[in-house]
């Protein structure tokens, strides 16, 4: 953790200045969180730091006094807020009752995103932690396991409380740009915030995470957080199946490296995607027969394959999108970003090439196994 007195010394905290709280400089900060919601003072925890222009409550009058009453109850290390948006001025009474709290009260500089004073403060306290060689030592301990599942790895990482047996699984995290260390920084804070057990290690341009089974739930709501505070950055996690912790650390990252290249042969830029969602998908590319039946799935669609090679068209994404869709034209032509009218032009043509049995429901399933076939031979770089 790190100190209020400490957080305003950061680059990101540049023209920050202190309102109120000055004998609580001192308070101890272990997380961040942004508030703008009414019933704010229900989602305070202790050594935490908010963030907020106070919207959610400048038509209260004593909406300001609440929140700084909770957070003394609750124990949270003070407030950063934004004047000028919502409120002007913090009022004397609120800066009287912060002062008798020691509770800081911050100035933020209105220019700067939340998300840049997260990450930055984030990363300084993730630097801070006095368990940070502990989390290297456990990734060296999980990289070895993913080399050699040497038993000497296995009993060190047990003396950390991974108990062999343990229902565990491996999961892959991807983004195109790959991650910064402040990104994966953040994305450690909002895990432990999310009280989840993990080892975090680097394999090549992604993050390995090794995650107890019975937390998936957490790490779902953990991953939308992560997504949410990132800028112009799309991120893909594959998952492999649940198995006790023992020798299937190798298998397990099997799984999560074929999810998430099935998730880009199908041309997901978001997602979460557990090995089992597509392990039938798997199986047919594992098929000893793989090239006869891409070759086959290629001449079903050639039709519109070679008017867009030709023509320059769309047909084959606009097919895609608009079985994704489950048929629904409206989400297909905001996904496209088109008209709805020249989706449907699409789709007559898609038809008129094709002939439109295809696009019977009966034969959706049938269609969908040649898009992914023929997706799996133009991007045959991540299928190899």
Not at 124 to 153: M, R, V
Not at 220 to 233: D, G, Q, T, V
């Amino acid at each position: 953790m790190i100190s209020v007195r400490e957080m305003l010394k950061l680059p990101a905290l540049s023209g920050s200045y202190l309102l109120a709280g000055q004998n609580g400089l001192d308070r101890k900060i272990k997380y961040l969180d942004i508030l703008e919601v009414p019933d704010a003072e229900n989602w305070l925890a202790p050594d935490e730091f908010l963030l907020t222009t106070a919207f959610a409550i400048k038509d209260s009058k004593d909406g300001l006094k609440k929140i700084i009453t909770a957070g003394a109850d609750k124990k949270v290390a003070g407030f950063g807020i934004k004047l000028g948006r919502y409120i002007n001025v913090l009022p004397e009474q609120v800066i009287q009752i912060a002062n008798s709290y020691s509770m800081p009260i911050i100035s933020l500089p209105t220019h700067i995103p939340y998300v840049e004073i997260i990450k930055e403060v984030m990363s300084k306290i993730i630097k801070s932690e006095e368990n940070t060689e502990k989390s290297i030592e456990k990734a060296d301990l999980l990289i070895q396991l993913i080399n050699d599942e040497t038993e000497i790895a296995f009993d060190e990482l047990e003396s950390f409380g991974w108990e062999r047996g343990t229902p565990i699984r491996i999961g892959l995290l991807s983004s195109s740009p790959c991650f910064s260390d402040e990104e994966i920084s953040l994305f450690r804070y909002i895990l432990l915030k999310s009280d989840l057990d993990f080892i975090l290690a680097s394999q090549q341009d992604d993050i390995l995470m090794l995650l107890r089974d019975t937390q998936i739930g957490n790490l779902y709501n953990a991953i939308h957080s992560f997504e949410s505070r990132l800028e112009c950055k799309k991120i893909l996690l594959s998952l492999s199946e649940p198995r006790p912790f023992s020798k299937c650390i190798r298998h397990c990252l099997y799984e999560a490296k074929i999810a998430i290249k099935i998730a880009k042969i199908l041309g997901y830029s978001s997602c979460i995607i557990p090995f089992s969602d597509v392990k039938l998908l798997s199986l047919i590319l594992e098929h000893p027969q793989i090239k006869d039946l891409v070759l086959v799935a290629s001449n079903m669609l050639s039709p519109i394959i070679e008017h867009d090679n030709l023509k320059g068209s769309e047909l084959f994404e606009t097919l895609k999108v608009y079985l994704e869709s489950g048929k629904n034209q409206q989400t297909a032509s905001s996904l496209l970003n088109i008209h709805r009218n020249t989706l449907k032009y699409r789709i007559k043509q898609i038809e008129d090439l094709l002939g439109n049995q295809y696009l019977a429901d009966q034969n959706t399933p049938l269609l969908w196994l040649a898009i992914f076939l023929c997706s799996t031979l133009h991007n045959k770089t991540e299928f190899d």
